[in-house]
T-cell receptor, first 111, second 113 residues
């Protein structure tokens, strides 16, 4: 079993839809949770960074962490074609030097 | 300046060549990383430098040799690579202590022929 599980998709939704991306994990030591967006042939871009459980909102993006269920989510409201990319969840423990990534979900927003 | 700059963007090299990838950041980050990413896969950690000292080597073959000349620069020296080493090589940095998000560069797309 992988430490972090993420549905690779692909996921295709119409413009304006609410998108939900999810990851589950097995290591209870993980405390720091990140979402990265990666466009084709580019490096990952940090979208959201959260510590421990709860919600964090930034514009159209909301990150949610439920440590009791070992489940994290990224919601994208009013999705745009420019949101089409691969979304990677990543997480790590306190002081850990290694970031553990999910497999990435390929998302396409159709105009 | 909130960027990690990598050069070159593209590199084609033969199996007998020696080349270097360069990475630079001016965010005051004291942790720097090399990752390798194959198509449709997540990044895989290769090396971690903390305060210019190598702290993690993920059992990377010796044909990859990292170097951290100062707190802003990170190099990856390449020698006698194999075609299977073709990938996107990503540099990242973060604040010291590791409990922060990582900033990635755009990567060097390496092709070994």
């Amino acid at each position: 079993q992988k430490e972090v599980e993420q549905d690779p998709g692909p996921l295709s939704v119409p413009e304006g839809a609410i998108v939900s991306l999810n990851c589950t994990y097995s290591n209870s030591a993980f405390q720091y949770f990140m979402w990265y967006r990666q466009y084709s042939r580019k490096g990952p871009e940090l979208l959201m960074y959260t510590y421990s459980s709860g919600n964090k909102e930034d514009g159209r993006f909301t990150a949610q962490v439920d440590k009791s269920s070992k489940y994290i989510s990224l919601f994208i409201r009013d999705s745009q074609p420019s949101d089409s990319a691969t979304y990677l969840c990543a997480m790590k423990g306190q002081g850990a030097q290694k970031l553990v990534f999910g497999q990435g979900t390929r998302l396409t927003i159709n105009p | 300046d909130t960027e990690v700059t990598q050069t070159p963007k593209h590199l084609v090299m033969g199996m007998t060549n020696k080349k270097s990838l360069k990475c630079e950041q001016h965010m005051g980050h004291r942790a720097m990383y090399w990752y390798k990413q194959k198509a449709k896969k997540p990044p895989e950690l290769m090396f971690v430098y903390s305060y210019e000292k190598l702290s993690i080597n993920e059992s990377v073959p010796s044909r990859f040799s990292p170097e951290c000349p100062n707190s802003s620069l990170l190099n990856l020296h390449l020698h006698a690579l194999q075609p299977e080493d073709s990938a996107l090589y990503l540099c990242a940095s973060s604040q010291a202590g590791f409990n922060y998000g990582y900033t990635f560069g755009s990567g060097t797309r390496l092709t070994v022929v």
